[in-house]
C-alpha cells in the first residue's frame, strides 16, 4: 500500500476518535493523554530493545524526537482534547472551522525545514482540497458560531491544536528521516510524550485525577490506545516515512470527511446535498495530490 493511502487510512481511525474521547468527558485532558500514551508504550515494551538497538543515537535526534513529542504528542492532543471539552463535546463547528488551516501550518514548516518545494500544481489541488473539507463540515457553508459561552477559548484552543499538529507532521517527517524504521519513531514519540504529559500532569494541578479512573474509563483509554492511538500512529508514520510532509497533511483531511461520516451513522447528523458533492471533490483534490507524492 502506497504512502498517501496509508496516511488517508490513519487518518480514517483517527475520525472515530471524539466517539470515545466523548465519554471521557469528566476527566482533565492531560490525563486522557497521559494514559493513552502510557497504554500504548505498555503494548509497545516487548519490542523496545530490540527494535531501538539498530538505532545510532545523536543529540540531533534525540532533540528532534523531543520535539515531536512535544508538539505531536502531548500540546496538539491536550489542545484539541481542551477545546471539545470547552464546547462539551456536542457542538464542534468552530473548531473544525480553525483546524482547517492546519495544513498551512505543515506546508509552511515543510518548505522550511524539509526543503520541500510548493509548485503551482500542488497548490491549485490543496486549495481545492482546503475548501472542499470546509464545506465537508459546514453544510452550504454555514457556520454556526452558537457554541455557548466558552466558543472563544475553544477557538484559541483548536488553533494551537492545528498549529502544533501541522508542524508536528512535518516535524515527524524529520524524525522517519534520521531513524531507520517508522517503527522507532513511533516507539520514540510514545515513550517521551508519556513522560512530558506526567510531568504535564502536575505541572497542571492533575494529579488527583490519576486514580480515579473507574473501568469504564480505562476500557475507553485502552480503546483510544489500541486503536486510534498506538495503531493509527504505526501506520501513520508508515505511510510517511514514504510521502512528502505537504501530501501527508492533505491526505489527513479523509479525518474531517470520515468524522461526518460518523456522525450521521451515529448521532443521526444527515448529510446536505452540499457535503456529499464537497466530499466528492475532496477525495479527487486528495486523489490529485498523492500523485504529485515524491517521497
Known amino acids: 500500500m502506497s504512502g498517501p493511502l496509508l496516511i488517508a487510512l490513519a487518518a480514517a481511525l483517527w475520525a472515530l476518535d471524539g466517539v470515545v474521547r466523548r465519554g471521557l468527558y469528566h476527566l482533565p485532558p492531560v490525563t486522557i493523554v497521559f494514559y493513552e500514551h502510557l497504554i500504548g508504550s505498555l503494548i509497545l515494551l516487548p519490542i523496545v530493545l530490540r527494535t531501538l538497538k539498530q538505532e545510532v543515537f545523536t543529540s540531533r535526534l534525540l532533540l528532534t524526537a523531543l520535539v515531536v513529542a512535544l508538539f505531536g504528542g502531548l500540546l496538539g492532543t491536550l489542545f484539541i482534547t481542551t477545546a471539545l471539552l470547552k464546547v462539551n463535546y456536542i457542538s464542534f463547528s468552530v473548531i473544525f472551522l480553525i483546524q482547517k488551516i492546519q495544513p498551512l501550518f505543515a506546508i509552511v514548516s515543510a518548505g522550511f525545514l524539509l526543503g520541500e518545494k510548493i509548485n503551482k500544481k500542488y497548490l491549485r489541488w490543496a486549495a481545492l482540497a482546503i475548501v472542499a473539507v470546509f464545506f465537508v463540515t459546514f453544510p452550504n457553508g454555514s457556520v454556526n458560531l452558537d457554541t455557548g459561552t466558552e466558543t472563544i477559548l475553544a477557538a484559541l484552543y483548536a488553533l494551537g491544536a492545528a498549529a502544533c499538529w501541522g508542524l508536528g507532521t512535518t516535524l515527524s517527517k524529520l524524525l522517519l528521516n534520521q531513524v531507520k524504521s517508522s517503527t522507532s519513531a513511533t516507539i520514540l514519540r510514545f515513550y517521551l510524550s508519556t513522560v ?41 508514520y508508515k505511510g510517511l516515512k514514504k510521502t512528502e510532509a505537504k501530501v501527508a497533511t492533505i491526505m489527513e483531511m479523509t479525518l474531517p470527511l470520515l468524522a461526518i461520516v460518523v456522525d450521521m451513522f451515529l448521532y443521526q447528523h444527515f448529510l446536505t446535498g452540499s457535503q456529499y458533492l464537497a466530499g466528492l471533490v475532496l477525495l479527487y483534490a486528495m486523489y490529485r495530490v498523492s500523485r504529485l507524492n515524491a517521497a
Open 196 to 236: 512530558l504529559a506526567f510531568v504535564a500532569v502536575f505541572l497542571l494541578g492533575s494529579q488527583n485525577s490519576l486514580d480515579t479512573l473507574v473501568e469504564r474509563d480505562f476500557l475507553g483509554l485502552v480503546y483510544i490506545a489500541l486503536s486510534t492511538g498506538l495503531l493509527a500512529m504505526i501506520i501513520y
